[in-house]
């Protein structure tokens, strides 16, 4: 169907099932990458508790100040490498997202141009215009 149609309107609703096939694709990443982030985002919560328990204890002088250092950057290590998982975990699920409608919006400018028929990427993929 994709080659052999000149009609503007199948091709149309060709795009629009094109459109929502990608946005199910991008709705499960975004599901999973709400699986991995949560888990990430609790112990970020409790790296900072620790952190912030850790600092009480010092300053009332209830931690030994030569063990309270070494433990307060052990935990301020934890939470750097931490926050850039997050980070580079975010990054990906935007990368993967964006790559998905880019490749639909290329596979509709293909199908157009063997067609030859001009429709409006922007109107059929408004998400993937970036």
């Known amino acids: 169907m994709w080659r052999t149609t000149r009609d503007p309107d199948a091709l149309r609703a060709s795009f629009i099932a094109l459109r929502e096939a990608v ?3 991008a ?5 999973r990458y709400e699986r991995k982030r949560r888990p990430l985002e609790r112990a970020r919560q409790e790296f900072l508790q620790l952190l912030e328990h850790l600092r009480q204890q010092g300053a009332e002088g209830r931690y030994p100040a030569s063990l309270l250092k070494p433990a307060l950057m052990r935990e301020e290590l934890r939470l750097k490498h931490l926050e850039a998982e997050l980070s580079r975990l975010e990054d990906n699920f935007r ?5 998905l409608w880019t490749r639909a919006r290329a596979k509709a400018a293909r ?3 063997r067609a030859g028929i001009n429709l409006d ?3 059929l993929f408004p998400e993937g215009k970036e």
Do not use: G, N, P, S
């Open 95 to 99: 990368k993967q997202v964006a790559l």
């Open 121 to 123: 990427l922007d109107e």
């Open 23 to 25: 946005r199910r694709k």
């Open 27 to 31: 709705l499960a990443l975004e599901a």
């Open 111 to 113: 199908t157009m141009a």
